[in-house]
């Protein structure tokens, strides 16, 4: 499951909070913080790494 993938880069954290969605958030920074860092975050790089390609399935 994508959810375990992202919680388990240590740096996300998700939640699966409806049937077809997922929210992430940062471990050690806000939602600000990540926002301000755009693509270059490390936060952005984690997500990149397990995410490779979404088809609009779950």
Do not use: F, R
């Amino acid at each position: 499951m994508i959810g375990e993938k992202i919680n388990n880069t240590g740096i996300l954290y998700a939640v699966k909070d409806k049937p077809n969605h997922i929210s992430v958030y940062p471990i050690g920074g806000t939602i600000e913080d990540w926002a301000k860092q755009g693509i270059a975050s490390i936060w952005t790089g984690a997500l990149k790494s397990v995410v490779v390609k979404w088809d609009g399935l779950i």
